[in-house]
């Protein structure tokens, strides 16, 4: 871990390196691009998720309001797209999302509240968030964020399979 701790210290601030299942593990590259239907995105949870992200380690600390760690997801969708939850998982453009399907628990058996099923319209100035991993705190679980969150668009340098 302590490797892993001076090794984020010596990566230039255009790299970000991620170690969580959420995205695949690798090392991104931050560009200057707009976001984009399933653009991956660094981006700040909303005030109103920080202390809960903390305190069941979502995230760790960092830099973000509330001192938690920018997550990556993907913005799976804009303002105006329409999203489907149903028990089986999101669906964007009447397509099913691979391990999107909500869960009643997390990896601890913590209850973990999900939005309720059906359709929903990504407001102007949000974004629905996406993490490909079926354990992902993504916007199934909170629903679309403001896009002012966003930090960085990122493309993946090297990342495992």
């Excluded at 949870?45 to 990556?72: E, F, I, V």
Aim: hydrophobic share 40%.
């Amino acid at each position: 871990m302590a490797l892993l701790g001076l090794f984020t210290l010596l990566v230039p601030r255009t790299l970000r390196v991620n170690v969580t299942p959420s995205v695949p593990l690798g090392l991104y590259r931050i560009v200057q691009a707009p976001v984009g239907r399933g653009s991956l995105v660094e981006i700040c949870l909303p005030a109103r998720l920080t202390s809960l992200a903390l305190r069941r380690g979502y995230t760790g600390q960092g830099s973000c309001p509330g001192r938690t760690r920018p997550l990556l997801k993907a913005a799976l969708a804009l303002p105006g797209d329409r999203i489907v939850l149903t028990r089986l998982g999101v669906a964007r453009g009447g397509v099913l999302l691979p391990a999107s399907a909500p869960r009643s628990t997390d990896s601890m058996g913590r209850p973990l509240p999900h939005l309720p099923l059906g359709l929903y319209q990504v407001p102007v100035g949000s974004v629905w968030l996406y993490g490909p991993h079926p354990r992902s705190f993504d916007s199934r679980y909170f629903g679309p964020v403001s896009a002012d969150l966003i930090r960085n668009t990122l493309v993946p340098l090297y990342t495992t399979p």
